[in-house]
């Protein structure tokens, strides 16, 4: 595989070339943890994502076990959810009692929304780009008299200065994507985070179309939740997921629901009258998908091998690679933004919705599958991916 430009950031000294060799054999030998993609073109990941290899493995031998071996792997279970834990801290700068494993990003977000003490006239802040997954949450907020808000976006962006004439204060918690799932924006964290520090408003973060395509390190940006699901860019099975929530907001959260894992000493099981767990592991609730958590974590180790800045630059350069080919085939650039604001999606569009829609189920023929959304077509490739399946989207589109 080779590139056709410098990386983002990097210059073309002698060392700094070395390591990117590196970088690329080691995406390259990746590719072969994915044999979905032998017979297809898979380009898109911000829908769902192909399991690997190791994936495949972890899950088969939790099976196996389950079928064939000693039954009795309670506390192995238990050792390897505090495991993916402690992989998913580590991705993203925590500490392992800030997390709690979820089933999707929306159950994390409910986590949150639901255990906030809302009073009438409380207000919430959303942009009019979100995916209902960091929507219904907070509307459902409403039966207890909130406000909620939706910003207009500019230009297809949310930044502080579109925060600001919202503001009342009422205002007590703004949520976003990290990225956008239907344009590939890729919002400013820190400057968000400290705008809602500054003005006393809780800052929750939807991770999910950005999570494994990029890093996020929230030692450094100033939120107060992060909500995730695992069957994108994370590559995990679907029902997968977590959410990671400072001590201090946990504090001020009240359990919408409870169960027996919510305990301190859950395994004294007729002491009922114990403290509720200190760590988020109080949202767990009970007996987790079991299964999946073998799969996730294999997932998750598999991004930490390959590094998440390495995937970043690769999937940058990606679908820059398209960004810059795609107008000279009559194509009209939705995700226009500079390499600080995207992520691994590429939104276009080559006429009108009808138009487009041809042209998505002529790819899907030729075993080439991205996305139709909102009349437009949304291109996502992973870190598997390389230059030659570039050219040969390009190629069939050009052919169509």
């Known amino acids: ?38 017979d297809q073109l898979y380009l898109n990941h911000a829908a769902s994502s192909p399991f690997s290899l190791r994936v495949e493995e972890a899950l088969r031998a939790y099976l196996d076990r389950r079928v064939r071996g000693d039954l009795d792997d309670f506390k192995r279970d238990l050792r390897e959810t505090a495991d993916l834990r402690s992989a998913l801290a580590a991705l993203i700068g925590s500490s392992p009692d800030r997390i709690a494993l979820t089933s999707n990003t929306t159950h994390g977000l409910n986590i949150v929304a639901g255990g906030i003490h809302w009073e009438q006239g409380d207000q919430i802040l959303l942009s009019d780009m979100e995916f209902p997954a960091n929507v219904y949450p907070f509307l459902n907020t409403r039966r207890f008299g909130t406000e909620v808000v939706r910003i207009p976006s500019r230009d297809g962006r949310i930044t502080p200065d579109d925060l600001r004439p919202h503001l009342t204060d009422r205002t007590r918690l703004f949520s976003v994507s990290y990225v956008q799932y239907l344009n590939g924006y890729r919002a400013d ?113 598999l991004l930490q091998d390959v590094g998440l800045a390495t995937i ?17 085939m009559g194509c009209e650039i939705r995700t226009p933004f500079p390499d600080r604001e995207r992520a691994g999606i590429l939104l276009f569009s ?43 989207f390009l190629a069939a589109l050009g052919a169509i």
Request: charged residues 25%; hydrophobic residues 40%; proline residues 5%.
């Open 1 to 38: 595989m080779r590139f056709g430009r410098t990386p983002p950031d990097r210059t073309l000294d002698s060392q700094t070339g070395f390591v990117y060799i590196i970088i690329v054999m080691k995406l390259t030998d990746a590719r072969a943890l994915f044999p979905a993609v032998e």
């Open 189 to 301: 964290l820190e400057a968000l985070g400290e705008f809602c520090r500054r003005h006393d408003i809780l800052f929750i973060i939807d991770a999910i179309q950005g999570l494994g395509a990029l890093p996020l390190d929230v030692s450094r940006i100033p939120c107060d939740a992060v909500a995730c699901g695992g069957h994108k860019w994370l590559m995990s099975p679907k029902g997968t997921g977590f959410l990671y929530i400072t001590e201090d907001l946990q504090d001020r959260l009240e359990m919408a629901h409870f169960g027996w894992m919510s305990v301190r000493k859950p395994f004294e099981f007729h002491h009922f009258d114990q403290e509720t767990d200190s760590s988020a592991q109080r949202y767990e609730l009970a007996t987790p998908n079991q299964l999946g958590i073998y799969g996730m974590h294999a997932a998750v180790r």
């Open 312 to 328: 970043r630059d690769h999937l940058l350069n990606l679908t820059g690679y398209l960004r810059d080919r795609l107008p000279a």
């Open 350 to 392: 080559r006429g009108d919705a009808r138009e487009n829609h041809r042209i998505f189920q002529a790819l899907a023929e030729q075993g080439i599958t991205i996305s139709f959304r909102e009349g437009a077509l949304r291109v996502a490739p992973h870190f598997y991916n390389n230059r030659s399946d570039m050219d040969r």
